[in-house]
């Protein structure tokens, strides 16, 4: 119960799916938490569920005024905090020549660009040895058919990682990153139908080495582990995804 006693963090993307089970963890090892959401039913499922334990956040990572207004709740609240988990990203899988620039800006401005003004505006919270940790993608490297802006948006995130890492050195603020596989999540971390999703669990479950999704609560356990437990480790990357992206051959069952 008293692991993270005396700690305190920030969730982005906290109400549902891997950020949730991060949130989940970090209360139960006693830490003081702010997590955020936009989705207005996950935020008040998240708020009917932990009550007082910790502080519900609607947070939309587009915008630069909910940016800043986390930065000030957070500096009025925990001010100044241990880890911050960049967690949030949106995903919509479809081939390049269907791609709009809607989708295409949403993928950018949700996954690049809100992740790194939440760091700019976060960082000087983190307490000099603390940490950030990322939630990336196994597919930041490589190519992927259908996931070529997804991929490109997650690459740019990697990327922000390993440079944030270099400029907090100074503070010994450690930068470090998750990276999935198929996880086993509500939504399947996709904007899709339900046949889509499925047809996607099928799929990770016949590519995925161990035969199986990983559990949300198996992507929080690496993310704690970098964010407490790594402390001469920083612009690491630690795939969580069943040797997906180890080079690993599978052959038929």
């Not at 906290?14 to 959401?37: F, I, K, N, P, Y």
């Not at 990203?89 to 809607?102: N, R, W």
């Not at 505006?121 to 930041?140: E, K």
């Not at 603020?173 to 499925?198: L, Q």
């Amino acid at each position: 119960m008293s692991r993270y006693a005396g700690k305190k963090a920030v969730v982005t993307g906290g109400t549902h799916g891997m950020g949730r089970a991060m949130v989940a963890a970090l209360l139960d090892g006693g830490a003081e938490v702010v997590l955020t959401g936009r989705d207005e039913r996950n935020i008040e499922a998240a708020r009917t569920e932990l009550g007082t334990r910790a502080r519900v956040v609607r947070s939309d990572a587009r915008s630069m005024a909910d940016i800043d207004a986390l930065g000030r709740l957070v500096e009025e609240e925990l001010g100044g905090i241990d880890a911050l988990f960049v967690n949030h990203g949106y995903a919509k899988l479809e081939p390049f020549a269907e791609v709009t620039e809607e989708t295409f800006d949403r993928h950018f401005d949700v996954n690049a660009k809100g992740s790194f003004f939440i760091v700019q505006r976060l960082a000087p919270l983190v307490r000099d040895g603390g940490s950030i940790v990322f939630t990336s993608s196994v597919s930041d490297e490589g190519g992927y058919p259908g996931m070529v802006v997804y991929s490109a948006s997650k690459a740019a995130l990697w990327s922000f990682a390993q440079g944030f890492a270099a400029e907090l050195l100074p503070r010994r603020v450690r930068v470090n990153a998750v990276a999935p596989g198929f996880i086993d999540t509500p939504s399947m971390g996709i904007d899709a139908p339900a046949e889509g999703k499925a047809e996607l669990q099928r799929l990770g479950d016949e590519v995925t080495p161990l035969r199986r999704h990983g559990a949300p609560e198996e992507v929080a356990a690496a993310a704690m582990f970098l964010a407490f437990d790594a402390t001469f480790s920083t612009a690491v990357k630690l795939p969580v995804d069943g040797g997906l992206g180890g080079g690993i051959s599978v052959f038929p069952a």
